[in-house]
């Protein structure tokens, strides 16, 4: 009679637990954004010789380095800050619709790896505040996820991922970011 108890409470017990880790099984929670909006930036780095167009500057770099042209191999330690234009499409000469502005720097030894940091500040008829991103950026993957912890205005409290791209580059002077935004939290 002892062992039939037993046996009982220990067969309850692991059909409790199994019910418990099925609950593990179940499918992630698809997450939908509750507002969607794609930007580009567009950096032009000082180097010297165009003051007139640069939208970034090198402000640390290595030890005897020159602080007009990136560092050598990967540009391990340069740090660049920048007030870029920001656009509804690719076109660095259409109408900008705010300023992207931070900072990003090149913080790995054996492969190009930016950590970035920084806002868009918006201000044009359909948009009105800030938005802030913070996060690695592989510069050799082709897309790469940036993590929106905030905003104001328009963009107040929101969260959500940034899909940043390169869209163009010429040589280490110029670049264009297309960034795809999807908020998360919208309040």
Same mark, same amino acid.
């Given at each position: 009679?002892?062992?039939?108890?037993?046996?009982?409470?220990?067969?309850?017990?692991?059909?409790?637990?199994?019910?418990?880790?099925?609950?593990?099984?179940?499918?992630?929670?698809?997450?939908?954004?509750?507002?969607?909006?794609?930007?580009?930036?567009?950096?032009?780095?000082?180097?010297?010789?165009?003051?007139?167009?640069?939208?970034?500057?090198?402000?640390?770099?290595?030890? *005897?380095?020159?602080?007009?042209?990136?560092?050598?191999?990967?540009?391990?330690?340069?740090?660049? &800050?920048?007030?870029?234009?920001?656009?509804?499409?690719?076109?660095?000469?259409?109408?900008?619709?705010?300023?992207?502005?931070?900072?990003?720097?090149?913080?790995?030894?054996?492969?190009?790896?930016?950590?970035?940091?920084?806002?868009?500040?918006?201000?044009?008829?359909?948009?009105?505040?800030?938005?802030?991103?913070?996060?690695?950026?592989?510069?050799?993957?082709?897309?790469?996820?940036?993590?929106? &912890?905030? *905003?104001?205005?328009?963009?107040?409290?929101?969260? *959500? &991922?940034?899909? &940043?791209?390169?869209?163009?580059?010429?040589?280490?002077?110029?670049?264009?970011?297309?960034?795809?935004?999807?908020?998360?939290?919208?309040?």
């Amino acid at each position: 009679m002892e062992a039939t108890r037993s046996y009982t409470a220990l067969f309850f017990i692991l059909l409790i637990s199994l019910s418990s880790s099925s609950s593990y099984a179940k499918k992630r929670k698809e997450y939908k954004p509750c507002k969607e909006l794609v930007l580009f930036f567009h950096d032009i780095i000082y180097n010297g010789h165009n003051k007139a167009n640069a939208t970034s500057a090198i402000v640390a770099a290595p030890e *005897g380095a020159n602080r007009t042209i990136l560092a050598g191999e990967f540009h391990f330690g340069n740090v660049a &800050v920048f007030d870029d234009p920001i656009t509804l499409d690719n076109n660095l000469h259409s109408p900008p619709v705010g300023r992207a502005q931070g900072m990003y720097l090149y913080d790995t030894k054996n492969t190009y790896t930016a950590w970035l940091g920084f806002s868009f500040s918006l201000n044009s008829t359909e948009h009105q505040g800030s938005i802030n991103f913070v996060g690695a950026d592989p510069l050799m993957n082709k897309t790469r996820d940036i993590s929106i &912890v905030g *905003g104001t205005g328009d963009f107040f409290m929101h969260r *959500g &991922v940034a899909t &940043v791209m390169t869209d163009a580059y010429e040589g280490e002077v110029y670049f264009r970011l297309r960034v795809d935004m999807k908020f998360y939290e919208c309040w």
